[in-house]
Structures are given as structure tokens and as C-alpha cells.
């Protein structure tokens, strides 16, 4: 049971969400670059790259940050 908990707690996973004009990211690492047009964030050593337009931060934790905008484009890099 304890083995469980403890993955619970330090999941590294991470969780992308995106719906018409949000984009939720779980357990990001560090954010890289964010600019209106173009945010690129750092999640177990991949780059995740969000093209789009109006790009804002409608919510920030430590490991989650939410995005509204129109989303045009969406990579996963090494």
C-alpha cells in the first residue's frame, strides 16, 4: 500500500488536456518560453511546443499551468 501512495504522490506522468480554446498541462517541469504567439514547456526532458494565437495563463501551480488562446499547432520534441 505504501508502495502506491508514494507513486501517488511523486507521479511524474503527465497529463495534456486541450479543448476548443484551453489547453491544460499536468507535471510540466519548467516553462521555456512564453510569448503570445508561442509557449514551449519542459516536461521529463521533452519539449512541448503550443503554437497559437492570443496565448494567455489562466491558471499556474507549481507543476500545472492553464492556457486559453486558439491553438494552431502542438508538438512533443525530445
Known amino acids: 500500500m505504501l ?7 511523486k ?3 503527465y497529463t495534456i488536456n486541450i479543448w476548443e480554446n ?9 516553462i521555456l518560453i512564453l510569448e503570445e504567439n ?6 521529463n526532458n521533452k519539449r512541448i511546443t503550443i503554437i ?3 496565448l494567455t495563463i489562466n491558471k ?3 507543476n500545472e ?3 486559453k488562446g ?9
Open 60 to 62: 499556474l501551480l507549481d
Open 70 to 78: 486558439k491553438l494552431k499547432s502542438f508538438e512533443i520534441g525530445e
Open 3 to 9: 508502495k502506491s501512495l508514494n507513486r501517488f504522490i
Open 52 to 54: 497559437g494565437e492570443n
Open 38 to 43: 508561442k509557449v514551449v514547456l519542459l516536461i
Open 65 to 67: 499551468i492553464l492556457l
Open 11 to 13: 507521479n511524474n506522468d
Open 22 to 30: 484551453n489547453i491544460d498541462i499536468i507535471n510540466f517541469s519548467e
